[in-house]
Structure formats: structure tokens, C-alpha cells
């Protein structure tokens, strides 16, 4: 049998044995607090879940928008009770589907949206009063979000109305992702632009989801994770003050976004760690004075990098663990991978299970019937106080640098990064780190499972309904709106009132990126 080695992935040392001594002068009522109280290490509301579950929310997006529309309805007639969308890289970058940099790409990792003729598609019989709708978006947010509302407002729903998430963050797309258009200090002002915007029109919308998943997916620990996503937390908060709002005004709708992985207790001391960050930051790094502005409210994501397309059936395994990770941990909002992620788009048999998933740890697991059931444990609680100390080292660290963006620009982040995902897969290639089904406990002959089919013809009908659009609109009035958009980012004033403008009168989500391309360039990385 290989051995087992007693480390986190932080490289943080898992002793023989937890007691009252590994706690320095740890009492347990000042240190370990209450539910719903500061500094939230045991949850940010004081019942959890005894009242209320997470929001079970399935990320999805695939093709077309009526495809999608089906995958939505098909999950909510299952239970999902928030809706999460999942865009292609084409419309991820500020593409139209019939540019060239399109090609190939259209559909492939999400759905398609071009203009707000695809977007009534994509919610086409859906109560958008009635639903929380998350859209995993960052670069072309503002559009997404705006497409989104003017849907609604066709649809006769207020904006007060309107309740979701759209990520929106950056930031980690220069660190650990890669889909970013403009250079970070334009696309920081398109950020707090919606941080206002969404202020005065969009009052229960969460502005940001500040992203450690894809962080984590790119090779970082879990201390890595953390850091790094509240160190960019941290500068869009002062970025938003700096633009002249008032942070009570914004950061209750500022939302994070975690990965689970299956160093179970690790996680949930994760989880549990940036929390009591976050309230500490935002108490007494930027004054904030309501207690929602303290509030690190996050959906968790099981993690992408985990499954394995051999004997992709025992991912259910994996995900179920990490999804127990991220209830106990306390999360409010919560994606299960499909099992055969690892090998393409999931299955509407497989996006089943990962839905029952969760529906068997908040209905039968018992795991909901006190908030926090971990608090307390010496185990638990040294893991939490170890990853927020080495958190801490690392925020200490960025600061010295002068913040998020100049150690981005820096590219200190990156190569903190790849260094841990090189640890990583060096322990794995010479067996210190044990993955079933790829270095131990292979099988000889590999399954055949089955696999999301993508539709061939795809492409040319998203541009054959492109170019009707095109022709059938005022093309006089899009060109007017494009320019007043252009005035607007060369000049200055919020950039979301001309852009929706120019939305409403069909404009397309490429034609839009391309105005503000001309004006803020796009970002070239370093090296």
C-alpha cells in the first residue's frame, strides 16, 4: 500500500494528535464567538442553515442560448434554486461569434451571447424577479449585466426587482486565468463604474464576486487562494473609495467566490479563516461601520482541477467531499461538478447527480442542524488560526509591493502560483501525492463514458442570426450610441449609462468591447 503523507497541500504539517496546547492562550467564548457575530469564524447569520439552505446553484452553459434556456429549465424542474451561466470564450473576451478570433470557439464552454436578441433567448420563460442569476463574467460584465436588466425591463421586471451575481472580477483573470481585454487600471474604472451604477439602479445586485477558484484551478494552495483574492478584494474596495463612493455604499454587495478541494478539514478552515480576514480588513483597514460591509458572503465551486477522466464515475466521490467541505465551512451559494467534467461539457446525466448531491447533504447528512458543526474541534480550530497567520504573511507581503495590481504587474502573484502548482505536480508524478485512479489504483483498460456532444453547425446559425440583427436594426442609431460611448470613455463619467444605450438600440457585445478597445488598448502581459 503507498503511503500516506500527513501534509496539506499549504505544506502545513497534520500532527498525531489536537489538544487544549495547540491553542496559544485560546479561549474558546472570546475566540471562537457565535454565529452571526464578529469576526464570523463560525458563519455570517446565526441559524446557517437550520432556517434556510445555500442556494443550490448548477453552473451552466453550452451552444446556443435556446439550449441553454432548456438546461436551465431542466434544473430548476430539479430542484436548483438559483440559476448560474456559464458564457464561451468568444463572448468572454468581447468577441461577436462571426470574428475571426471566434472561430472554433463559439458554444464550446458556454453559450453564445452576442446581443440582447440572445439573452431574451437565454431567459425566454423564466421569471427573472422570481430566480438569482449568476453570471461567471469578467471582462464583458458591465454588458452581460446590462443585457440582463434591459431583458427585464422588456419583461415589464423592476430593477429593484433583479437579484444575482455577476463575477466581475479582474483581477485574477491577469493572475490565473487569462481572459482579460483591456489593462487593469481601465478595466478597474469599468469595475467601480458598476459598483456605482448598480448603487443608484440595481440595489439588490452583487456587484463583484471576488474569485479564488480560479486561482486555485491555476495551481495555488489554499493559503495561496485566500491571500490572493482578498489582497485583490482589497484593491477594489480602495479603488471604489478612491473614485468617491462611501464603502457602506458598495461592500454589502460585494461577494467572494472559493474552490473546495478534498483536504476536507483544510477547506473548511479555510473557508472559516477568510472570514475573520475580511471583517478585520474591512473594520479596521477601511472603517466600514454597517456590520454587511464586514459580511464575507461567498459561492463555492468543487474543485475542476481535482476530476480526473480516468475512472471519471469515482469524481462523484470527490465532489460529494467537497461539497460537504463547503456546507460545513458555511458557504451560502454552492455549484457540484458534473463526474465527467474532466472529459468534456457535463451530461444531463451527470449535472442530475451533482445536483442530488447536494440535495443529499442538506436533506439526509444532518450536517445542517447546527451552524458550524466543526467549531470547536482543537483540530479545526489550529488548522483555522495556521492558514490565517500564513494568509496574513502573504497580504504583508503584497502590500510591500504597493498592492493587488502592482504585484500582479509585477508578476509576484504568478509565479507564487506556478511554483505551488510545480510542487504539486512533481508530488504527484513520483507518488508522494496519492490520486486514485492516476498514480495508484489504476485501472488496465480505460472506460468509454459517455460524452456531451457539441453540435457541428453551431457556429454558422449564431452568425446567420448575427447578420439578421445587423441588417434589421438602425444602424444610424447604434453608430450615434457607439460614439457617445467613445465620447464617454475618453472623457470621463460613468461608462454603464451610454453602454446600455447603445445595448438597447442593438448594439453588439463585440461592437461594444471594440469602441472601448480603441480608446484603453488591450493588455499585453509581461515576458
Known amino acids: 500500500m503507498p503511503k500516506i503523507n500527513h501534509q496539506t497541500d499549504s505544506g502545513i504539517e497534520i500532527w498525531p494528535i489536537y489538544g487544549p496546547e495547540n491553542l496559544d492562550s485560546w479561549d474558546p467564548k472570546e475566540k471562537l464567538g457565535t454565529p452571526g457575530d464578529t469576526p464570523f469564524t463560525r458563519g455570517i447569520y446565526q441559524d446557517m442553515y437550520r432556517s434556510r439552505l445555500w442556494t443550490m446553484r448548477q453552473y451552466a452553459g453550452f451552444g446556443t442560448a435556446e439550449a441553454t434556456n432548456q438546461r436551465f429549465k431542466f434544473l430548476l424542474k430539479a430542484g436548483q434554486t438559483g440559476l448560474s451561466c456559464a458564457f464561451d470564450l468568444p463572448t468572454q473576451m468581447g468577441y461577436d461569434s462571426d470574428h475571426p478570433r471566434a472561430e472554433g470557439e463559439v458554444g464550446k464552454v458556454g453559450v453564445a451571447i452576442d446581443s440582447i436578441e440572445d439573452m431574451k433567448m437565454l431567459f425566454k420563460d423564466i421569471s427573472l424577479n422570481s430566480v438569482t442569476t449568476s453570471m461567471t463574467i469578467n471582462s464583458t460584465a458591465s454588458i452581460l449585466l446590462l443585457l440582463y436588466q434591459l431583458v427585464a425591463e422588456e419583461d415589464g421586471v423592476a430593477p429593484s426587482e433583479l437579484r444575482g451575481t455577476i463575477q466581475n472580477d479582474i483581477l485574477k483573470e491577469y493572475v490565473a486565468r487569462g481572459t482579460y481585454i483591456y489593462p487593469p487600471r481601465p478595466s478597474m474604472r469599468l469595475i467601480t463604474d458598476t459598483f456605482s451604477y448598480c448603487h443608484e439602479n440595481l440595489p439588490n445586485w452583487n456587484t463583484i464576486s471576488i474569485s479564488g477558484y480560479h486561482i486555485r484551478e491555476a495551481g495555488s494552495t489554499a493559503v495561496q487562494e485566500i491571500a490572493f483574492t482578498i489582497a485583490n478584494g482589497i484593491a477594489y474596495v480602495q479603488a471604489a473609495i478612491d473614485a468617491g463612493l462611501d464603502v457602506d455604499d458598495f461592500a454589502p454587495r460585494l461577494s467572494f467566490f472559493w474552490n473546495a478541494h478534498n483536504n476536507l478539514f483544510e477547506e473548511v478552515a479555510k473557508f472559516r479563516a477568510s472570514r475573520r480576514i475580511w471583517a478585520k480588513v474591512m473594520s479596521e483597514r477601511f472603517g466600514a461601520k454597517d456590520k454587511r460591509s464586514l459580511l ?36 451560502q451559494s454552492l455549484h457540484t461538478n458534473g463526474f465527467d467534467e474532466a472529459l468534456g461539457l457535463p451530461t444531463t446525466k451527470a449535472a442530475k447527480i451533482a445536483l442530488r448531491t447536494q440535495q443529499i447533504i442538506g436533506y439526509e447528512s444532518g450536517v445542517v442542524d447546527t451552524p458550524d458543526p466543526l467549531g470547536g474541534s482543537y483540530f479545526v480550530e489550529t488548522l483555522t488560526d495556521q492558514i490565517e497567520s500564513m494568509a496574513w504573511d502573504y497580504l504583508e507581503k503584497i502590500d510591500a509591493l504597493g498592492g493587488a495590481v502592482n504585484a500582479i504587474e509585477s508578476g509576484f502573484m504568478q509565479d507564487e502560483i506556478e511554483q505551488s502548482a510545480y510542487v504539486y505536480a512533481k508530488a504527484v508524478d513520483s507518488g508522494s501525492k496519492i490520486i486514485v485512479g492516476v498514480n495508484e489504483f489504476t485501472d488496465e483498460v480505460p472506460e468509454s463514458p459517455e460524452v456531451f456532444p457539441i453540435d457541428p453547425v453551431l457556429q454558422a446559425h449564431q452568425v446567420a442570426s448575427l447578420r439578421t440583427l445587423r441588417e434589421t436594426r438602425d444602424g444610424g442609431a447604434v453608430s450615434d450610441a457607439l460614439a457617445d460611448l467613445e465620447k464617454s470613455a475618453r472623457k470621463g463619467g460613468n461608462l454603464l449609462y451610454p453602454m446600455k444605450e447603445a445595448l438597447r438600440r442593438r448594439a453588439t457585445l463585440g461592437e461594444v468591447s471594440d469602441t472601448l478597445r480603441r480608446v484603453f488598448g488591450a493588455y499585453q502581459p509581461r515576458g
Open 296 to 331: 464575507l458572503r461567498f459561492h463555492t465551486q468543487t474543485g475542476g482541477s481535482t476530476l480526473t477522466a480516468q475512472q471519471p464515475e469515482i469524481n462523484i466521490v470527490r465532489v460529494a467531499i467537497q461539497a460537504l467541505a463547503a456546507v460545513m465551512g458555511g458557504t
